[in-house]
């Protein structure tokens, strides 16, 4: 938002003006709160810089274990070696919670600087945006738009640079993944993504998009003319090229580790399936809308007496602050069961990639629909996984009046959903300001953009949006001056989640829709 | 975009700032037993709310002078009232008499920001904003890159957000005087500029503009008839305004002498600390304060303030334009803030806020001068631990006033409003070649100057020879620049080439 530069701004300047302003911003966020997430790098950090590897996944005198896959613990292994600089304490492992003011400072900017892989993918990604829509103010354009919504993202801004991780740089990858697919670069694509996933296992949940795509656009070298595969163009050559990509970067990541026979001590690591359904504090996903409806079940049920009250368990009356919620009326879901929930929830946008594609843009369709299938119905989701649908998604918002709707929708909601990730009451201002200034921006410049097509929402949409801004009054302002605060605490936690919940199955909805209904002769053209 | 919302977009990217910044630490944090202004804030919520209006200003076994007495008109001591009751309400140990002195905690300082964010958000960003919008001759776009400018000037965000202090209130109720008196309500104007005066006595820098101002209306309007119908409505607004924020201590003539002798202890010295001016300045080569009698000192700091803003007062008297009366609050604080008698570092602000007001007539000279005046406080920022939030302001002003003001684009003789100085130069010198393009070059070795020292300042320690070194380098460089600043603003004033036109037209 620093470039609001009438026309003639040259070249890239104003993305470089924008980089900076919003590199300038992380760094005056500096001094705000971090959660626990501070602590566990720090502590991957002393792990990986003080134990050898055969150590690094056994190591557990934290109670914040190495669980990222190896090329992460590799990415801090190199951190370690700048960190002894500025503090050689934080890399001692028996030095738990330390938080000096140079081990902060040097955690801090380690975000901020490794944030330029992202800046980078951000500016490659608007390149790919046509310049058709040329208008005379560069505040107008669709790669100018783009870049606010992505560099400027309110999700990352407050899970980074706040609340503490390092999304930033993987978000990155994944965008220049993205963007060298749709430059049609797909092995230098399929690198990227496999360096992605080794990074951070949680991108498993867009594989499928990825192998799909690839599979129909690279290792098939032509389509029939009504866009179905002609499978005697199959191409083994560049099949094997792109295995052996993959497998290459697997092995280099996971070999040492085979090596040392210790890759179900790896694997139990990075897929706890121990810890419960739902995270302490609800995504906004199916299963809280489950939930919820489990227990006003059994409240309605031990009212109307249907139920006894002895026998319900006390756990899940103080749901949300127990990690394991049990079911009263509903059945309880098991791990399995949600496992074959996102995959069958998967299937059609994947079966739309297949038999239907579209090209680039479909590809990022699937490529969402994925992420918030997974979000959607995924074990133990974490609220901040909705980045993985809100960025990517944002690059279809510049390209049509519907998309853009859908964006919206899932933008403020998946974003109003991270406000309980900072409850510190000093970061409240700064949530709500960061907020306003993310929507109000997102809002009015895809407005402005798509001003001729008519509006972005209908009536019931527009008004589930306001219904936040009371929403976010009670539950943050309202509630914790009642009486109730004492007894019942997490309501607020609860309304939050399930009233985020109904946007995002809208918009998961929405989306299935769309890509299910399109037709195949908009991208014949783009195809070919 | 609409201009609602690019407007809206500023007003939060200046909050977002202003918020981040006050999560740093305040002046004197943890620093028993005299603390910082913080605690001086604080201590006067507990003086005002615990003890009875005629011994604010008095030394008494509840109320001792030495530590961090009331030296604010009323207007103050009000508003500090007012905060202590709403402090009463959330915890009443923030005011305890007495046993709360040198109170901390995170509730505390978020309370205190608090306060002042509500006082910002009320009073000076709508000023600015309305200010912004009542541009004559701009464009929607740039009205809204001087008000996003104007919003991310960094020391004022530093000194009320980081160091702590209410600048805002005082400059805010400024600038609705100058508002009004751009949209011709001079009494609405003269209210405002009185109530300034009323919470803060250093808004005198800014008296004289507004005085000359409002005479030359009325000479303009004839003494005899309207002018002179204007000047009494004025000065009623005036003392009725006074009277009315002193009511509580005009029981007695001992009462509004005390307080005078608060507001203006004239045995504090010439100059306190290191500050940019020429007093201070020149000690580092002559010891004044121990040269001369405290009574010549004053006379002469006296004698060179009015020097210095006399021509521009005479020609706002005879000329009362809008635009020279900016240039003459600039010129008179400016005149005030280098030579007059007790100033602090923090008044620089008093010359940054009209200097926000010309940013629209001179980008680059503006520009510059908001970037040295926060550089000139960097001693006391460096002291409260502001030293990131100070880096990261400044690039961000810096940064936006590039990209949205283009400043290094309005470097010709026209945009720095010297055409008419340099024709009239080379009249007299004919052959003198003036080349404007230098200036982009003084401009980046200023700036190369100002990054050096500050990082000299942050990281080096001193020699043991001269353990104030840095911020003596600090405030002779901000002086030297301040100088230059009052001879261009002075010369792009009293020779305003368009006032001349308009002399002849009216002629």
Same mark, same amino acid.
Request: hydrophobic share 50%.
């Given at each position: 938002?620093?470039?609001?530069?009438?026309?003639?701004?040259?070249?890239?300047?104003?993305?470089?003006?924008?980089?900076?302003?919003?590199?300038?911003?992380?760094?005056?966020?500096?001094?705000?709160?971090?959660?626990?997430?501070?602590?566990?790098?720090?502590?991957?950090?002393?792990?990986?810089?003080?134990?050898?590897?055969?150590?690094?996944?056994?190591?557990?005198?934290?109670?914040?274990?190495?669980?990222?896959?190896?090329?992460?613990?590799?990415?801090?292994?190199?951190?370690?070696?700048?960190?002894?600089?500025?503090?050689?304490?934080?890399?001692?492992?028996?030095?738990?919670?330390?938080?000096?003011?140079?081990?902060?400072?040097?955690?801090?900017?380690?975000?901020?600087?490794?944030?330029?892989?992202?800046?980078?993918?951000?500016?490659?990604?608007?390149?790919?945006?046509?310049?058709?829509?040329?208008?005379?103010?560069?505040?107008?354009?669709?790669?100018?738009?783009?870049?606010?919504?992505?560099?400027?993202?309110?999700?990352?801004?407050?899970?980074?640079?706040?609340?503490?991780?390092?999304?930033?740089?993987?978000?990155?990858?994944?965008?220049?993944?993205?963007?060298?697919?749709?430059?049609?670069?797909?092995?230098?694509?399929?690198?990227?993504?496999?360096?992605?996933?080794?990074?951070?296992?949680?991108?498993?949940?867009?594989?499928?998009?990825?192998?799909?795509?690839?599979?129909?656009?690279?290792?098939?070298?032509?389509?029939?003319?009504?866009?179905?595969?002609?499978?005697?163009?199959?191409?083994?050559?560049?099949?094997?090229?792109?295995?052996?990509?993959?497998?290459?970067?697997?092995?280099?990541?996971?070999?040492?580790?085979?090596?040392?026979?210790?890759?179900?001590?790896?694997?139990?690591?990075?897929?706890?399936?121990?810890?419960?359904?739902?995270?302490?504090?609800?995504?906004?996903?199916?299963?809280?809308?489950?939930?919820?409806?489990?227990?006003?079940?059994?409240?309605?049920?031990?009212?109307?007496?249907?139920?006894?009250?002895?026998?319900?368990?006390?756990?899940?009356?103080?749901?949300?602050?127990?990690?394991?919620?049990?079911?009263?009326?509903?059945?309880?879901?098991?791990?399995?069961?949600?496992?074959?929930?996102?995959?069958?929830?998967?299937?059609?946008?994947?079966?739309?990639?297949?038999?239907?594609?579209?090209?680039?843009?479909?590809?990022?369709?699937?490529?969402?629909?994925?992420?918030?299938?997974?979000?959607?119905?995924?074990?133990?989701?974490?609220?901040?996984?909705?980045?993985?649908?809100?960025?990517?998604?944002?690059?279809?918002?510049?390209?049509?009046?519907?998309?853009?709707?859908?964006?919206?929708?899932?933008?403020?909601?998946?974003?109003?959903?991270?406000?309980?990730?900072?409850?510190?009451?000093?970061?409240?201002?700064?949530?709500?300001?960061?907020?306003?200034?993310?929507?109000?921006?997102?809002?009015?410049?895809?407005?402005?953009?798509?001003?001729?097509?008519? !509006? $972005?929402?209908? =009536?019931? @949409?527009? *008004?589930?949006? #306001?219904? &936040?801004?009371?929403?976010? +009054?009670? %539950?943050?302002?309202?509630? !914790? $001056?009642?009486? =109730?605060? @004492?007894? *019942?605490?997490? #309501?607020? &936690?609860?309304?939050?989640? +399930?009233? %985020?919940?109904?946007?995002?199955?809208?918009?998961?909805?929405?989306?299935?829709?769309?890509?299910?209904?399109?037709?195949?002769?908009?991208?014949?053209?783009?195809?070919? | 975009?609409?201009?609602?919302?690019?407007?809206?977009?500023?007003?939060?990217?200046?909050?977002?700032?202003?918020?981040?910044?006050?999560?740093?630490?305040?002046?004197?944090?943890?620093?028993?037993?005299?603390?910082?202004?913080?605690?001086?804030?604080?201590?006067?919520?507990?003086?005002?709310?615990?003890?009875?209006?005629?011994?604010?200003?008095?030394?008494?076994?509840?109320?001792?002078?030495?530590?961090?007495?009331?030296?604010?008109?009323?207007?103050?001591?009000?508003?500090?009232?007012?905060?202590?009751?709403?402090?009463?309400?959330?915890?009443?140990?923030?005011?305890?008499?007495?046993?709360?002195?040198?109170?901390?905690?995170?509730?505390?300082?978020?309370?205190?920001?608090?306060?002042?964010?509500?006082?910002?958000?009320?009073?000076?960003?709508?000023?600015?904003?309305?200010?912004?919008?009542?541009?004559?001759?701009?464009?929607?776009?740039?009205?809204?890159?001087?008000?996003?400018?104007?919003?991310?000037?960094?020391?004022?965000?530093?000194?009320?957000?980081?160091?702590?202090?209410?600048?805002?209130?005082?400059?805010?109720?400024?600038?609705?005087?100058?508002?009004?008196?751009?949209?011709?309500?001079?009494?609405?104007?003269?209210?405002?500029?009185?109530?300034?005066?009323?919470?803060?006595?250093?808004?005198?820098?800014?008296?004289?503009?507004?005085?000359?101002?409002?005479?030359?209306?009325?000479?303009?309007?004839?003494?005899?008839?309207?002018?002179?119908?204007?000047?009494?409505?004025?000065?009623?607004?005036?003392?009725?305004?006074?009277?009315?924020?002193?009511?509580?201590?005009?029981?007695?003539?001992?009462?509004?002498?005390?307080?005078?002798?608060?507001?203006?202890?004239?045995?504090?010295?010439?100059?306190?600390?290191?500050?940019?001016?020429?007093?201070?300045?020149?000690?580092?080569?002559?010891?004044?304060?121990?040269?001369?009698?405290?009574?010549?000192?004053?006379?002469?700091?006296?004698?060179?303030?009015?020097?210095?803003?006399?021509?521009?007062?005479?020609?706002?008297?005879?000329?009362?334009?809008?635009?020279?009366?900016?240039?003459?609050?600039?010129?008179?604080?400016?005149?005030?803030?280098?030579?007059?008698?007790?100033?602090?570092?923090?008044?620089?602000?008093?010359?940054?806020?009209?200097?926000?007001?010309?940013?629209?007539?001179?980008?680059?000279?503006?520009?510059?001068?908001?970037?040295?005046?926060?550089?000139?406080?960097?001693?006391?920022?460096?002291?409260?631990?502001?030293?990131?939030?100070?880096?990261?302001?400044?690039?961000?002003?810096?940064?936006?006033?590039?990209?949205?003001?283009?400043?290094?684009?309005?470097?010709?003789?026209?945009?720095?409003?010297?055409?008419?100085?340099?024709?009239?130069?080379?009249?007299?010198?004919?052959?003198?070649?003036?080349?404007?393009?230098?200036?982009?070059?003084?401009?980046?070795?200023?700036?190369?100057?100002?990054?050096?020292?500050?990082?000299?300042?942050?990281?080096?320690?001193?020699?043991?020879?001269?353990?104030?070194?840095?911020?003596?380098?600090?405030?002779?460089?901000?002086?030297?620049?301040?100088?230059?600043?009052?001879?261009?603003?002075?010369?792009?004033?009293?020779?305003?080439?368009?006032?001349?036109?308009?002399?002849?037209?009216?002629?």
């Amino acid at each position: 938002m620093a470039a609001r530069r009438p026309a003639g701004g040259s070249g890239r300047f104003w993305f470089l003006a924008l980089a900076l302003g919003v590199s300038l911003l992380k760094c005056l966020l500096i001094p705000t709160y971090y959660s626990t997430d501070f602590e566990v790098h720090r502590n991957w950090l002393a792990i990986t810089h003080s134990l050898p590897i055969s150590q690094w996944y056994y190591e557990e005198t934290s109670e914040w274990t190495l669980d990222y896959p190896p090329f992460f613990a590799w990415f801090e292994y190199g951190l370690s070696h700048v960190a002894k600089y500025f503090d050689k304490e934080m890399l001692v492992i028996q030095n738990l919670n330390y938080s000096s003011k140079a081990t902060v400072l040097f955690q801090r900017f380690s975000v901020i600087f490794t944030d330029i892989l992202f800046i980078y993918a951000v500016s490659e990604c608007c390149k790919t945006i046509d310049g058709k829509r040329a208008k005379q103010n560069v505040l107008d354009q669709p790669a100018f738009i783009l870049a606010v919504l992505l560099l400027w993202n309110f999700g990352l801004l407050i899970v980074d640079h706040i609340h503490f991780q390092y999304n930033g740089f993987l978000f990155g990858l994944m965008l220049l993944s993205v963007a060298r697919l749709s430059q049609k670069r797909y092995l230098e694509g399929a690198l990227l993504f496999a360096v992605l996933l080794n990074l951070k296992h949680i991108y498993l949940y867009i594989a499928p998009a990825y192998g799909v795509y690839l599979l129909r656009c690279w290792c098939f070298t032509a389509c029939k003319p009504d866009g179905s595969v002609r499978w005697n163009s199959f191409s083994f050559l560049r099949t094997i090229s792109l295995g052996s990509i993959v497998c290459f970067v697997f092995a280099l990541s996971l070999g040492p580790f085979i090596v040392l026979g210790q890759l179900p001590q790896v694997l139990s690591r990075l897929f706890p399936f121990k810890r419960g359904l739902c995270h302490a504090y609800w995504a906004p996903n199916f299963w809280a809308l489950y939930n919820a409806v489990d227990k006003s079940l059994s409240i309605i049920g031990m009212k109307f007496k249907f139920l006894d009250a002895d026998k319900i368990p006390t756990a899940s009356m103080t749901g949300g602050l127990v990690h394991e919620f049990q079911h009263t009326i509903l059945p309880t879901v098991t791990p399995l069961a949600t496992l074959i929930c996102t995959f069958i929830s998967i299937m059609p946008s994947v079966f739309c990639l297949w038999f239907k594609p579209r090209g680039p843009h479909g590809f990022l369709q699937c490529l969402t629909l994925c992420a918030l299938s997974s979000f959607m119905f995924g074990w133990h989701v974490h609220e901040k996984a909705i980045l993985l649908a809100i960025l990517p998604f944002s690059l279809l918002s510049v390209k049509s009046r519907k998309e853009a709707g859908i964006y919206l929708i899932l933008a403020t909601t998946g974003h109003l959903s991270l406000f309980p990730l900072l409850f510190t009451p000093p970061e409240f201002p700064i949530k709500i300001l960061l907020m306003l200034l993310f929507t109000l921006y997102s809002f009015s410049s895809l407005k402005t953009l798509f001003r001729k097509e008519g !509006p $972005l929402l209908n =009536w019931p @949409e527009t *008004l589930y949006l #306001i219904g &936040l801004v009371p929403l976010e +009054v009670v %539950c943050e302002v309202i509630y !914790p $001056l009642t009486a =109730w605060n @004492e007894r *019942l605490p997490f #309501i607020p &936690l609860l309304l939050t989640s +399930v009233y %985020c919940a109904f946007g995002i199955s809208y918009v998961w909805l929405r989306l299935c829709v769309a890509v299910l209904t399109e037709p195949t002769a908009m991208r014949h053209r783009k195809d070919h | 975009m609409e201009t609602w919302s690019l407007t809206a977009l500023s007003v939060l990217l200046g909050l977002v700032v202003r918020w981040s910044v006050s999560l740093n630490s305040y002046s004197g944090a943890g620093k028993s037993p005299l603390y910082g202004d913080y605690e001086a804030q604080r201590h006067w919520q507990e003086i005002t709310y615990n003890l009875p209006v005629y011994q604010w200003y008095f030394n008494t076994s509840d109320n001792n002078l030495q530590f961090w007495g009331l030296d604010y008109p009323p207007l103050t001591a009000y508003h500090s009232l007012l905060c202590a009751y709403a402090a009463k309400l959330i915890n009443p140990d923030w005011i305890a008499l007495n046993t709360s002195q040198g109170y901390e905690s995170p509730a505390h300082k978020l309370f205190m920001r608090t306060t002042v964010f509500i006082a910002d958000l009320n009073l000076y960003i709508p000023a600015i904003v309305l200010y912004c919008f009542c541009l004559k001759e701009t464009s929607v776009n740039k009205k809204v890159s001087i008000l996003l400018c104007i919003l991310l000037y960094p020391g004022l965000i530093l000194i009320d957000y980081g160091h702590f202090q209410y600048n805002t209130v005082s400059l805010g109720f400024a600038l609705w005087g100058v508002l009004g008196l751009s949209y011709n309500w001079h009494l609405l104007g003269s209210l405002a500029f009185c109530l300034a005066l009323n919470y803060k006595q250093m808004e005198l820098y800014h008296a004289l503009p507004f005085f000359c101002y409002l005479l030359g209306k009325c000479f303009e309007k004839g003494l005899n008839g309207r002018g002179l119908a204007l000047l009494m409505k004025v000065a009623f607004a005036v003392v009725a305004s006074f009277a009315l924020c002193w009511l509580p201590f005009l029981t007695d003539l001992e009462q509004i002498l005390q307080v005078l002798r608060r507001l203006f202890p004239v045995d504090r010295g010439l100059f306190e600390d290191k500050v940019a001016n020429v007093w201070c300045s020149l000690s580092f080569i002559l010891k004044i304060k121990n040269i001369l009698s405290p009574r010549t000192q004053l006379l002469l700091s006296f004698a060179f303030t009015v020097l210095a803003l006399l021509p521009a007062c005479i020609k706002l008297t005879l000329q009362p334009t809008l635009k020279g009366f900016k240039f003459a609050l600039v010129i008179c604080a400016l005149a005030f803030f280098l030579f007059s008698f007790q100033v602090h570092e923090k008044s620089i602000l008093l010359v940054s806020i009209p200097v926000c007001l010309i940013i629209s007539e001179v980008p680059f000279v503006s520009t510059w001068f908001l970037l040295v005046s926060t550089f000139s406080m960097l001693p006391l920022l460096l002291k409260d631990g502001l030293l990131l939030p100070y880096i990261v302001t400044t690039l961000t002003f810096l940064l936006a006033s590039v990209t949205v003001l283009s400043i290094h684009e309005k470097i010709s003789e026209e945009a720095l409003r010297l055409k008419a100085f340099f024709l009239l130069l080379q009249v007299h010198f004919p052959g003198l070649g003036v080349w404007t393009n230098a200036i982009n070059y003084f401009f980046m070795v200023s700036v190369a100057v100002m990054a050096v020292v500050t990082f000299m300042s942050s990281v080096l320690i001193p020699p043991v020879r001269f353990p104030d070194l840095f911020p003596v380098l600090v405030s002779s460089i901000s002086c030297a620049h301040f100088m230059i600043f009052l001879i261009y603003f002075n010369i792009v004033y009293l020779w305003d080439s368009q006032n001349k036109k308009n002399l002849k037209k009216t002629c």
